[in-house]
């Protein structure tokens, strides 16, 4: 699997756009690129996911680079129950038996008011 | 409605015992995990299991089992605890998309 790096924490003001990095420079042309986060003493949530093309949805907005070798997670107007660890996962499609989640340190996001 | 729903939401119990965490989803979905995040907060897959199969992370000591009794339900046990055993237990759900995975509010076991 590929590794991501993130950084370990980063701030955001308040309804303004929290852009989270994500670096995946192993990143081979089946693997896909996920979004979660965890809000403190919560289970882990889905946000969203891309392989090539940029996406969106009601949460958030993924922008992939075109060489595919990092990503942004994008929340277009941060408020403070986004205040979360946001994790960067890269993924195969699952083929057999392989459906797991491998979580790294993630990115601590505080929104600021 | 709660989705995945865990129980009980805190256990605090002695080495030595065993005890079960027990999990519960509405989704209908096809695919049940249990992961592990330890005082460090890094989330480590256990177990992910369908009707079909089981696949367990091979560090898991084999005194954490889980169990199905339908497809609704996993349900985690351990045996023998141990004081490494403290952390916070998730139960996860997927269906078609098996990295969109459903989470429950988590379990705190505290082993003293």
């Known amino acids: 699997d590929a590794k991501t790096t993130q950084p370990p924490s980063m701030d955001c003001a308040e309804g303004r756009a929290a852009n989270l990095p994500c670096n995946h420079s192993?990143?081979?042309?089946?693997?896909?690129v996920y979004w979660y986060r965890q809000i403190h003493s919560q289970g882990p949530q889905y946000i969203i996911h891309?392989?090539?093309n940029n996406e969106t949805n009601e949460m958030a907005s993924l922008i992939i680079t075109e060489d595919r070798k990092s990503s942004t997670l994008i929340l277009p107007h941060a408020t403070l129950r986004d205040t979360a660890v946001y994790y960067c996962?890269?993924?195969?499609?699952?083929?057999?038996?392989?459906?797991?989640?491998?979580f790294g340190s993630g990115t601590q996001l505080t929104v600021l008011p | 409605d709660t989705a995945v729903s865990q129980t009980p939401k805190y256990l605090v119990t002695q080495m030595g015992n065993d005890k079960s965490i027990k999990c519960e989803q509405n989704?209908?979905?096809?695919?049940m995990y249990w992961y592990k995040q330890d005082s460090k907060k890094f989330l480590k897959i256990m177990f992910s299991?369908?009707?079909?199969?089981?696949?367990i992370n091979e560090t898991v000591p084999n005194r954490f089992s889980p169990k199905s009794p339908d497809k609704a339900h996993l349900n985690l046990h351990i045996n023998s605890l141990e004081l490494g055993d403290s952390a916070v237990y998730f139960c996860?759900?997927?269906?078609?998309?098996?990295?969109?995975?459903?989470f429950g509010p988590g379990t705190r076991l505290t082993v003293t």
């Open positions: 996962i890269v993924r195969p499609q699952p083929s057999g038996s392989a459906r797991q989640l491998t």
């Open positions: 989704l209908g979905h096809d695919t």
């Open positions: 891309g392989l090539k």
């Open positions: 192993t990143i081979s042309g089946n693997e896909y």
């Open positions: 996860a759900s997927s269906q078609s998309r098996p990295y969109e995975q459903y």
């Open positions: 299991y369908n009707n079909k199969e089981l696949i």
